[in-house]
């Protein structure tokens, strides 16, 4: 709370999650979690109140007790803040406001486990002694009323439940997003633009091509023609193994943009059984230039550029223009 | 916003600065076929660089445009579509067949020289 | 009490990024609604080449409805199913498509003016819903997920 751009990253990130106001609500009542647990909750607080320390020093010498948990608190700085921000999640259960501040505050809980790589089972495994602390204590302060102390928990147990379902969902959120953007590294890493001359390109991809792949590859072509002012890319597919109709369509839409910026894509290493299996398919490749290899591709890039190229100390007819 | 066309040579530029409504384009289109026939123009060059959006109305009408200029005896080039630009074109399924495009203004006038030296000298 | 500001986050509300509505009555307005639908795409993550389909899709209904239906309206709005989305309503009160089935093949265009209007659009959205009643209007729903 002392980070000012905390808020905004937890609301961008709950936004991201899809988590509105009618997608939690739907989920309380899924919990069917209502006014009366609100009401519930709320007369809870004053009790809540007074037993806060306790729990929490219950809850952290369990935690302190094991080893699994225990190396998450080896500076005595980080312990007195984890018990400090944990006695203010305590009394939040209980403040009766469960609205988008309240989410977003169970999501920034969600984000800091995932930061600190705390296993699920070991936040699942400390919510569970954290509930049967307060449990004790709840039974113990409503001991004259135990219809009270019943519903009051199962209100309680409502409301960490959507907790719990909120932070676990941060969390597995959080994994996919960096998954996602390792792929995308990989990704890129994966398809490289090589200026081979000035205006030719060469983008030789290798390994199987999906729909993300092929979508990253066209944007990753048309923009190379326009950050290297190409005329001709030769685009060698010598290293996919396969290619399907849905990819060879891509392919040919890609080849088609590029001509609208003015630029052609020759095509290489289209094997003979992937062409044949696309012929058969219906796939209409008149539209596309493709040659056999990549040696193929280059030359037919060469002449479409002009260039004449000869072996130094070739006495033969041509002479290469491009170093005049 | 009116698109305000040069006159370079034997050539004209016109430039589109901003997103243009229907009415611009329909003005733009008239405005140019009208100055072809004035003076003697052999090529257009249509410079879109700035639009981030193309969408059907705006194909075709540029796809006419080169078509009356044709008929009036200069070549079209339509130069600057942006990468984003050209992908949704055909993933519309929009073409400019019969018009020519390049990458940006100097390959444009670098290919009507080419084209016009081909028929006969010319000057600038 | 817990002395936090709840208030002070809670304007900022769960709509973070919200509804707009674009009134479709003149050729200017296609414009100001393709903005608004790549504005809200760029804040939702799209990738630009996502961002310019959009657009390119909201145009083309914009321009539907300003050809069609003189007047309408174009609701952009974000989307979530597990993933994050957007959805484009197109919405006009004009006289609807009498052979929706029809105006979906390709090349289908009654005023001369929409070669690949709807089925075109379709191909670049994830997901397309026509409704229309002739005399009554025609209601377009479509949604891009990110990727």
Request: hydrophobic share 35%; proline share 8%.
């Given at each position: 709370m002392a980070d000012p751009r905390q808020p905004r990253t937890t609301l961008a990130l709950m936004r991201e999650m899809g988590l509105t106001e009618e997608v939690v609500a739907r989920r309380k009542a899924f919990l069917e979690f209502g006014a009366e647990d609100v009401e519930r909750l709320r007369g809870l607080h004053d009790l809540a109140a007074q037993y806060a320390d306790g729990v929490i020093e219950d809850f952290y010498s369990h935690l302190l007790s094991f080893e699994e948990t225990q190396k998450f608190f080896t500076d005595p700085a980080i312990l007195a803040r984890v018990k400090a921000a944990q006695k203010q999640y305590f009394l939040e259960l209980t403040q009766g406001q469960y609205d988008a501040p309240y989410v977003e505050d169970r999501l920034r809980i969600g984000v800091a486990h995932e930061r600190i790589n705390l296993p699920i089972e070991l936040y699942l495994g400390a919510y569970n002694f954290y509930l049967r602390t307060v449990m004790l204590r709840l039974v113990e302060g409503y001991k004259n009323n135990p219809e009270q102390s019943t519903a009051t928990l199962g209100s309680l147990l409502k409301l960490v439940f959507l907790d719990m379902g909120l932070a676990t969902e941060t969390y597995l959120f959080r994994r996919e997003r960096t998954i996602r953007e390792q792929q995308e590294a990989i990704r890129e890493i994966s398809t490289p633009v090589l200026p081979?001359?000035?205006r030719l390109l060469l983008l030789p991809i290798i390994g199987a091509i999906d729909p993300p792949r092929a979508q990253q590859i066209t944007t990753q072509l048309l923009q190379s023609i326009r950050a290297h002012r190409a005329k001709v890319v030769v685009m060698d597919?010598?290293?996919?193994?396969t290619v399907d109709s849905a990819i060879a369509n891509h392919l040919i839409q890609t080849v088609q943009a590029a001509r609208l910026m003015g630029a052609t894509v020759i095509v290489s290493g289209l094997s003979p059984e992937v062409a044949h299996a696309l012929v058969r398919i219906g796939?209409?490749?008149?539209a596309v230039n493709t040659v056999g290899t990549l040696q193929d591709g280059i030359e037919a890039a060469e002449q479409l550029l002009g260039y004449i190229v000869s072996k130094a100390g070739?006495?033969?007819?041509s002479h290469n223009p491009a170093g005049s | 916003m009116r698109v305000p066309i040069l006159k370079q040579g034997s050539y004209l530029i016109a430039s589109i600065q901003d997103a243009l409504s229907d009415e611009d384009l329909a003005q733009l289109q008239q405005e140019l076929v009208a100055r072809v026939g004035q003076a003697r123009t052999r090529g257009v060059i249509i410079d879109?660089?700035?639009?981030?959006v193309m969408d059907s109305f705006a194909c075709r009408t540029l796809r006419d445009l080169a078509h009356t200029i044709t008929l009036r005896g200069a070549e079209t080039v339509i130069v600057g579509i942006q990468p984003d630009v050209a992908f949704a074109l055909v993933r519309l399924g929009l073409s400019l067949s019969g018009a020519q495009t390049a990458l940006d203004l100097e390959d444009g006038l670098a290919l009507l020289d080419q084209h016009l030296q081909r028929g006969n000298t010319r000057g600038r | 009490m817990d002395s936090r500001s709840w208030t002070s986050t809670c304007s900022g509300g769960?709509?973070?990024?919200g509804e707009s509505r674009v009134p479709i009555k003149q050729g200017g307005d296609i414009i100001t609604a393709r903005q608004q639908g790549r504005a809200l795409a760029a804040q939702l993550g799209f990738s630009s080449a996502d961002q310019t389909l959009i657009a390119t899709a909201i145009s083309e209904m914009a321009r539907n409805i300003l050809v069609y239906a003189k007047v309408g309206e174009i609701i952009v709005r974000p989307e979530h199913n597990g993933k994050a989305g957007i959805t484009i309503i197109a919405h006009d009160a004009g006289?609807?498509?009498?052979d929706i089935n029809r105006a979906m093949q390709?090349?289908?265009?009654t005023s001369g003016s929409?070669?690949?209007g709807l089925p075109g659009t379709k191909r670049i959205m994830d997901e397309f819903l026509i409704v229309s009643e002739v005399g009554k209007g025609t209601t377009v729903t479509m949604k891009k997920w990110k990727t």
């Open positions: 081979l001359r000035e597919i010598t290293g996919v193994p796939v209409d490749l008149s070739d006495t033969g007819t | 879109v660089t700035a639009l981030d | 769960t709509h973070v990024v006289p609807g498509i009498p390709n090349g289908y265009s929409l070669g690949v």
